[in-house]
């Protein structure tokens, strides 16, 4: 886990749990957690916040809303699909010539 790290909120702890624009940001702190302070911890890292002050020591979080975009990179063109394109249209203009024919 590094400093800015981003983990979703657990399932159980907050109103947010449901609202994907929200995460927990690890503050690369580790103490102990203050009360309504966020924290993060488990197997698979989530950030729950804190509802009393605890006297575990805890990777220290913070809220941060977050604007999820898809981005799309072409990476490189298949040459392969376009020649079979290419070819099935002239198969297309062959049988289409061979129609008027007859």
């Known amino acids: 886990m590094k400093k800015g790290d981003l983990f979703p909120i657990a399932s ?3 109103v947010l749990r449901n609202d994907p624009n929200y995460r927990v940001q690890y503050t690369g702190e580790f103490r102990f957690p203050k009360i309504l302070e966020f924290f993060i911890s488990g197997a698979i890292p989530e950030g729950f916040q804190a509802s009393h002050n605890m006297c575990v020591a805890y990777h220290i979080g913070k ?3 977050v604007k999820i975009e898809t981005i799309v990179t072409v990476v490189e063109v298949v040459p392969h699909y376009e020649d079979s ?5 002239q198969l297309e203009g062959q049988i289409e010539d061979r ?4």
């Open 12 to 14: 159980s702890y907050s």
């Open 85 to 89: 394109q290419r070819s099935e249209g």
């Open 99 to 102: 129609e008027k024919e007859n």
């Open 63 to 65: 809220l941060v809303k």
